[in-house]
């Protein structure tokens, strides 16, 4: 089969929406496919264009057997509304270019963000006589309206227009949580036309190691520490400030420190944070190569998810999957009633705190430092709970089933069913009410051998 994916962001940006495309394009090849993937120059999250492909308009190469076709954006590294618009915009005209020059795909598969990137995908599939799949990865316009960023409403009925005209024009619409559906329901969307297929993560890749002898523990000089770690988006709408506010809370204790991975310009803010709390137990890093991802990650006792209050229900955090993989304790500074506060507690891997609430999250983290038992059950229930509902080649049958559902015609009725039955359009969430197994046990990349011993929930650990 031959698919498109029309994607804004892809390799080799290293966080959001990028690895989860490439490792898609990159699956669908080794599977046989025939992938090409239009994307923009990378930029982010810098938000400048990489140097080794700036002064191009049209850039094209290939990796693993995907064809990448590059066009020009326009990017400004502190962008205002105007800019992020004018930069959707540049996409969709550019990338417009390359998608024509290919050959014919038959699928489409485009996601959002960018929401305008839905118009030349269309256009592609109409004249292609192809399916267009769109990808959900957030619902706008309602969360840049939720957070503020959005706030004329002639620019607002604008938006609304195009999220109609994406969801009408999709063959299927593919979402990552229970609450995109209810929201699309919501707008009239038939339920037929969704089907949920949550983010994955690498299982094979991102595994559950020894702090021990760690590469990344001893490079910071943190072997004997309790480590606590934020890696990921330091934007709007995670509110790293509560971090380390709660930082400076526990700095009397010195054994506490906190590890926050992120782009420079957000650094930057957070060092004046530091700087003006006293949190001295905080140390601030670059992202890192990603070959090097397993070995920070399992450097952590304890991984953070971070939200703002007002960040709409619905947002799904891709590091959510990638910290429950690594086998670690979660403390998640989420809105309750949010599908990312329901993850964690379905995982079983994790406590939820109060988001934008300092006071909750040092008590958090005092508590899991005064009982590693706990801190050992929660992260052997992530990964556990990451392997069964994760892991990439669920995700990729799952994709490459609906892909086959809206190209070719089963048939017998015994083939279509087969094919119906992995992509079922909606999944009631399950609750899952967790119960900690304080656990002694050794990794190793192959296995785990523990000795569990079950406490129900509310039980003090001495």
Known sequence: MRILIYSYNYHPEPIGIAPLMTELAEGLVKRGHEVRVVTAMPNYPQRQIYEEYRGKFFVTEEKNGVKIQRSFVWIRPQPNLLDRILLDAS????????????????????????????????????????????????????????VGLLKNKYLIKVFQTLEKFAYRTATKISVIADGFVDNLLQKGVAANKMVKIPNWVDVNFIRSLSKEDNEFRHTHNLNGKFVVMYSGNIALTQGLET???????????????????????????????????????????????????????????VSLVVQKKNVISFNMPSKIQVALASGRAIIASVPDTGTAAKAISQSGGGIVVPPEDPDALAASILQLYSAPELVNSLGYNSRKYAVENYSF????????????????????????????????????????????????????????????????????IE
Request: hydrophobic residues 45%.
């Open 91 to 146: 996409f969709a005209l550019t990338s417009f270019v390359p998608a024509l020059s290919g050959w014919r795909p038959d699928v489409i598969l485009t996601t959002s963000p960018s929401l305008p990137c839905c118009v030349p995908a269309a256009l592609l599939g109409w004249w292609n006589r192809c399916p267009v799949v769109l990808n959900l990865q957030d619902i706008l316009p309602d969360a840049a309206i939720h």
């Open 243 to 301: 971090v380390v506010k709660a930082a400076s809370q526990v700095r009397h204790i010195r054994d506490i420190v906190f590890v926050i991975v992120g782009e420079a310009k957000g650094l930057q803010r957070l060092q004046q944070e530091c700087d003006k709390l006293g949190a001295d137990n905080v140390i601030l890093l670059p992202f890192q190569k990603r070959e090097k991802l397993p070995t920070m990650l399992a450097a952590a006792d």
């Open 393 to 460: 080649n669920n995700a990729l049958n799952q994709y490459e089933n609906l892909f086959y559902a809206i190209t070719e015609p089963a048939t017998s009725p015994v083939v279509q069913a087969v094919i119906e039955s992995s992509i079922q359009p909606i999944v009631q969430p399950v609750v899952i009410q967790p119960t900690y197994e304080p656990i002694f046990y050794t990794v190793s990349e192959n296995e785990v051998t523990r000795k569990p011993k079950t406490v129900s929930k509310g039980t003090l």
